[in-house]
């Protein structure tokens, strides 16, 4: 059971260029979630999906877009890549749906830099 | 929407002694709350949960939070700490849905 997995684990980019985060999950959660992490600011969620299929905004989705691509794995693409965007970025994931009362299981994160 | 604050941003504490790190929240209604630990290059990891009933909530790792609604406060103790416990401590909200705030975290530093 490798739990949350996420690809890759550091990433540098220049200004515009574009990426995508790849994370997956082996639990059969319904719940999958992005966050950024950034310095004196804890967690902030980007976007959350509640099934296969289905996907929401967040607190601080503005530069990104996510795909459910099956029950497995929740991919978060970066468009045009900002230094702003510099951060880690952790997914997780939940057996149920609702983030505010189910305990989510991290992976251990991309340190993505924006050059 | 719900805040949470975590008024230290960095602990010391020698190897034995004991924790507090502290942790109060910003809601209308009793929220469900959360510590979850970090480890230095590592996703993180559940401690511990309050959604109702008894107050004094058991975790992992021999971890206790209690919930005090009068106070808007959910604070995190050990009564001895140990050198693995060396972590970054983040406390947090859920109010409803998928919203779900966290602190800013605590660096808690053990000393030998």
């Known amino acids: 059971n490798a739990g949350v997995t996420q690809t890759p684990k550091f990433q540098v980019l220049k200004t515009g260029q574009s990426m995508t985060l790849q994370c997956a999950q082996d639990?059969?959660?319904?719940?999958m979630y992005w966050y950024r992490q950034d310095p004196g600011m804890g967690l902030r969620l980007i976007y959350y999906?509640?099934?296969?299929?289905?996907?929401d905004k967040g607190e601080v989705p503005n530069g990104y877009n996510v795909s459910r691509l099956n029950k497995r794995e929740f991919s978060l693409r970066l468009e045009s890549a900002a230094p702003s965007q510099t951060s880690v970025y952790f997914c997780?994931?939940?057996?149920?749906?609702?983030?505010?009362?189910?305990?989510?299981?991290f992976g251990p994160g991309t340190r993505l830099t924006v050059l | 929407a719900q805040s949470v604050t975590q008024p230290d941003i960095h602990i010391t504490v020698s190897e034995g002694a004991s924790l507090e790190l502290r942790c109060n929240y910003s809601?209308?209604?009793?929220?469900?709350l959360f510590w979850y630990v970090q480890s230095p290059g590592q996703g993180l990891q559940l401690l511990l949960k309050?959604?109702?009933?008894?107050?004094l909530v058991q975790g992992i790792k021999g971890f206790e939070a209690e919930f005090k609604r009068s106070q808007s406060s959910f604070n995190l103790r050990k009564p001895s700490v140990h050198w693995s416990d060396a972590a970054e401590y983040f406390c947090?909200?859920?109010?409803?849905?998928?919203?779900?705030?966290f602190g800013a975290g605590t660096r808690l530093t053990v000393k030998p």
């Open positions: 997780a994931s939940s057996e149920g749906v609702g983030a505010y009362y189910n305990e989510q299981f």
């Open positions: 639990m059969n959660h319904n719940s």
């Open positions: 999906s509640a099934s296969e299929g289905t996907t």
């Open positions: 809601y209308g209604a009793t929220p469900y």
């Open positions: 309050y959604f109702s009933g008894d107050t």
């Open positions: 947090a909200v859920g109010a409803s849905g998928n919203d779900m705030r």
